[in-house]
Every structure is written in C-alpha cells, then in structure tokens.
C-alpha cells in the first residue's frame, strides 16, 4: 500500500504562516518522492496547481503564491513542505499533495493524492 498524507493545516488570520506537511510511505516497501506538486481548491473553483518541486529540488510556483510561498524537501524524511507567509483569504482551500513516487529504482505508473488539508484564513 502507498500513502500519501498531508498535514499542517488550520486557521489563521491574514497576514499569518502555516507550513503544510506531504509524507508518503509504504506499508511494506520503502517509497521515495520523485517530483511532487502541491494543489488547492476553494469551495466552487477548479483545483489549481500552487507549487511544484523537481527530483532535484527546484521549485516552481504560481504567480499568485511567488514571493510569500516557498516548497521545499527533505528527503531522509520523504516528505515535501510547503511554508505559506503572508496568507490572505483568497488562500482559503483544501490544499493537496500530488506525488510521483519511487519504488527502488522504479517510477511507479500513476501518481498519488493526499486526502487534502484545510487551511482557512481569517480577515
């Protein structure tokens, strides 16, 4: 079994900070990140693509989160972040985790989605 969870999320008021978690496992196999992409989707909206990062670590971002968010990983933990500064209630959504993931050596064929974290903002 592969298990991609997020966490970190809450509520915060405008202008505030959360760092999200994304942690993907295995139940029996080792499972490593390759890229992974954090995702958001407010209540009647499409879910958008916020920020991604490379095997390699580089980080790419929408235009509306560049400046007040920044991804990052840390392998030894399997585990993706993403630190939100400056939040505004425009970023009110359910924020999800979308991992292509190692086997070993091997890409396994899909990817894999979090169950999603709320995070809501306050005026």
């Known amino acids: 079994q592969v298990h991609v969870v997020e966490s970190g999320g809450g509520l915060v008021q405008a202008g505030g900070s959360l760092r999200l978690s994304c942690a993907a496992s295995?139940?029996?196999?080792?499972?490593?990140?390759?890229?992974m992409g954090w995702y958001r989707q407010a209540p009647g909206k499409q879910r958008e693509l916020v920020a991604n990062?490379?095997?390699?670590?580089?980080?790419n971002y929408a235009d509306s989160v560049k400046g007040r968010f920044t991804i990052s990983r840390d392998n030894a933990k399997n585990t993706v972040y993403l630190h939100m500064n400056s939040l505004k209630p425009e970023d009110a959504a359910v924020y999800y985790c979308?991992?292509?993931?190692?086997?070993?050596?091997?890409?396994?064929?899909?990817?894999?989605w979090g169950q999603g974290t709320q995070v809501t903002v306050s005026s």
């Open positions: 979308n991992a292509d993931l190692l086997l070993g050596q091997f890409l396994l064929p899909r990817n894999y």
């Open positions: 295995g139940s029996i196999f080792r499972i490593s990140i390759n890229a």
């Open positions: 990062i490379t095997s390699g670590g580089t980080p």
